[in-house]
């Protein structure tokens, strides 16, 4: 697609991280709890000192990992064209899918966070489409009028909560 984005949208970061703050909190408490286990392990119980630096270990890869997904977030903006739109994969890669190319919508939760995973033909990854934009009802709005009713993105769109 050679023409200019119709719209660029960028998703709520706040919003976000509120969605996949239960995503996140897990991982973080199952890193505290993999980390007083190896003393337990170890015939050893446990001491304050290893219980403050599970903890501490926990929360510092729970926040950076946040702040590193904020990034993705901030960096991946979905842009949308009157032939289609444009977003990164779940690996972060940037692609272009034509309106007649997505084959299947469907919402999923990587890294926790609610997404439209779009599934098309001749790309091996679904790209992600962040349910948390800023403006969500006008990306639903234009995607109804330039992809059409019967398009997989805008069926799916319907029934999605934001």
Not at 14 to 35: D, E, I
Not at 39 to 50: H, N, V, W, Y
């Amino acid at each position: 697609m050679v023409d200019q984005p119709l719209m660029a949208f960028r998703s709520d970061f706040r919003r976000a991280a509120k969605q996949s703050a239960p995503f996140w909190g897990s991982l973080g408490l199952l890193l505290v709890v993999v980390a007083l286990i190896g003393p337990l392990l170890a015939d050893s119980s446990p001491l304050f000192s290893d219980l403050a630096a599970a903890i501490l270990v926990g929360l510092a890869a729970s926040l950076a990992i946040t702040v590193l997904f904020g990034l993705r977030l901030s960096l991946c903006p979905v842009k949308l064209y009157a032939g289609g739109l444009r977003c990164c994969n779940l690996l972060g890669i940037r692609r272009t899918v034509l309106w007649e190319d997505m084959a299947l919508a469907e919402v999923g939760r990587p890294y926790g966070l609610p997404c439209m995973d779009i599934q098309s033909r001749g790309n091996l990854l679904p790209i992600a489409v962040p349910l948390a934009l800023r403006d969500v009802s006008a990306f639903r709005r234009l995607v109804a009028r330039h992809a059409g009713s019967g398009n997989p993105l805008a069926q799916a769109l319907e029934t999605a909560e934001d």
